[in-house]
């Protein structure tokens, strides 16, 4: 069965960096293009960004420049660099199963930053 467990999630000052992993299976992964989004407390899912299996890679304008999106095929890793970050980019991230915010996710990993 699909599945997808996020880590490195946790609580930061504003500037310092994350990274994030999710670690998947049950799915041919090399091929799947997957997503990372985000949801804050009251706050709409964000799809920040994406990664297809042959590299094509999409940023969002809120992380664009700060996050680096990338993927381990060999071991079926999705990760996301998070530098600079931001009191505004507190949320419970997800990696996604898809080329958009929409389909199976993992739990999520929660992010909090402090001014």
């Known amino acids: 069965q699909v599945q997808l467990v996020e880590s490195g999630g946790g609580v930061v000052h504003s500037g310092e960096s994350l990274t994030l992993s999710c670690a998947v299976s049950?799915?041919?992964?090399?091929?799947?293009?997957m997503s990372w989004v985000r949801q804050a407390p009251g706050e709409e899912l964000d799809w920040i960004s994406g990664?297809?299996?042959?590299?094509?890679?999409f940023y969002d304008a809120s992380v664009k420049g700060r996050f680096t999106i990338s993927r381990d095929n060999a071991n079926e890793k999705l990760y996301l660099q998070m530098n600079n970050l931001k009191p505004k980019d507190s949320a419970v991230y997800y990696c996604v199963k898809a080329w958009g915010p929409y389909g199976p996710r993992g739990q999520g990993t929660q992010v909090t930053v402090s001014s």
């Open positions: 990664i297809t299996g042959n590299g094509r890679i």
């Open positions: 049950g799915f041919p992964f090399s091929n799947q293009a």
